[in-house]
Nanobody, 131 residues
Framework: QLQLVESGGGLVQPGGSLRLSCAASGFTLDYHVIGWFRQAPGKEREGVSCISSSTGSTNYADSVKGRFTISRDHAKNTVYLQMNSLKPEDTAVYYC????????????????????????WGQGTQVTVSS
């Protein structure tokens, strides 16, 4: 069974940090592009960051550049999202997603993260930034 499982969410004060994990089972992430998306209440889901398996390229939404870092551990078949200097507007449910299409890989390299292109999704983890 192909599965993605996110963890690491929680409640943090503004300026704090969290590290989200996205662990895959049933398939290897080595041949997939991984995207992190988020959805705040009443808002559409938006792309936050992605990492391309073919090139190792990473990309970020403008709103998180310089604060978030995406990385992967091939041995653990896991992708991470390190989130620093968190702001209240970062509050959302965070999802990781994966896809193997070369077109999605290319889109990630170009900084485009379209949720409808991703085939596999995790269940999401809540991140709340509040004092």
């Amino acid at each position: 069974q192909l599965q993605l499982v996110e963890s690491g969410g929680g409640l943090v004060q503004p300026g704090g940090s969290l590290r989200l994990s996205c662990a895959a089972s049933g398939f290897t992430l080595d041949y997939h592009v991984i995207g992190w998306f988020r959805q705040a209440p009443g808002k559409e889901r938006e792309g936050v960051s992605c990492i391309s398996s073919s090139t190792g390229s990473t990309n970020y939404a403008d709103s998180v550049k310089g604060r978030f870092t995406i990385s992967r551990d091939h041995a653990k078949n896991t992708v991470y999202l390190q989130m620093n200097s968190l702001k209240p507007e970062d509050t959302a449910v965070y999802y990781c997603a994966a896809d193997a299409k070369k077109t999605v890989q290319a889109m990630c390299v170009l900084g485009r993260m379209e949720d409808y292109e991703y085939n596999y999704w995790g269940q999401g983890t809540q991140v709340t930034v509040s004092s």
